[in-house]
T-cell receptor, first 114, second 112 residues
Framework: EPEVTQTPSHQVTQMGQEVILRCVPI?????FYWYRQILGQKVEFLVS????????KSEIFDDQFSVERPDGSNFTLKIRSTKLEDSAMYFC????????????FGDGTRLSIL | QQQVKQSPQSLIVQKGGISIINCAYE??????FPWYQQFPGKGPALLIA?????SEKKEGRFTISFNKSAKQFSLHIMDSQPGDSATYFC???????????FGAGTRLTVKP
């Protein structure tokens, strides 16, 4: 079964540094998402992306965050200047269609900010 | 109004028993209600989902019951097995949107 793959599985970064989290969505999917899960808390929507632009974003997704699809297979989340509170699991997801469709999640990147 | 409230926070069930997890929502614009299963170190995996035009959906041992007037929906796991031990999240989204709102999660433990 096709999978969403995320790299790295664990990223440790000094506060204030930039970090890029990478995702390879399922190949025929057109809609891409990033979610965040702070340890022990619920999964929170960050952003959705379609046709090379952001379609929706949450209040969490401020100017420190950006997303990009640099080529035909990768989808990235960049945090420009990391803060301690950015420490969380970051999940990438993709879906074939928009709206109420199954979103398929990767196994996440654990981001630890020191 | 965008929240989805989930209970209980944790649940312990004997093997063969029925596990029941409940969720409630406020926003009547939500019209897609999936349940996700998450094992440690893994991402959420879609288990089953329902639209509000039906009151129940069953897939194998998993059933969603949906009460539109009460704005509640629940997951029932029949004949619970130790392999079902995981964290379960309910979620809700709107037809026109991609923003999926998750409940806080329920950690299910099925004792052998």
């Amino acid at each position: 079964e096709p999978e969403v793959t995320q790299t790295p599985s664990h990223q440790v970064t000094q506060m204030g540094q930039e970090v890029i989290l990478r995702c390879v969505p399922i190949s025929n999917h057109l809609y891409f998402y990033w979610y965040r899960q702070i340890l022990g808390q619920k999964v929170e929507f960050l952003v959705s992306f379609y046709n090379n632009e952001i379609s929706e974003k949450s209040e969490i997704f401020d100017d420190q965050f950006s997303v990009e699809r640099p080529d035909g297979s990768n989808f990235t989340l960049k945090i420009r200047s990391t803060k301690l509170e950015d420490s969380a699991m970051y999940f990438c997801a993709s879906s074939a269609l928009t709206g109420p469709q199954p979103q398929h999640f990767g196994d996440g990147t654990r981001l630890s900010i020191l | 109004q965008q929240q989805v409230k989930q209970s209980p926070q944790s649940l312990i069930v004997q093997k063969g028993g029925i596990s029941i997890i409940n969720c409630a929502y406020e926003n009547t614009a939500f019209d897609y209600f999936p349940w996700y299963q998450q094992f440690p170190g893994k991402g959420p995996a879609l288990l089953i989902a329902i639209r509000p035009d039906v009151s129940e959906k069953k897939e194998g041992r998993f059933t969603i019951s949906f009460n539109k007037s009460a704005k509640q929906f629940s997951l029932h796991i029949m004949d619970s097995q130790p392999g079902d031990s995981a964290t379960y999240f309910c979620a809700a989204s709107m037809d026109r949107g991609n923003d999926m709102r998750f409940g806080a999660g329920t950690r299910l433990t099925v004792k052998p």
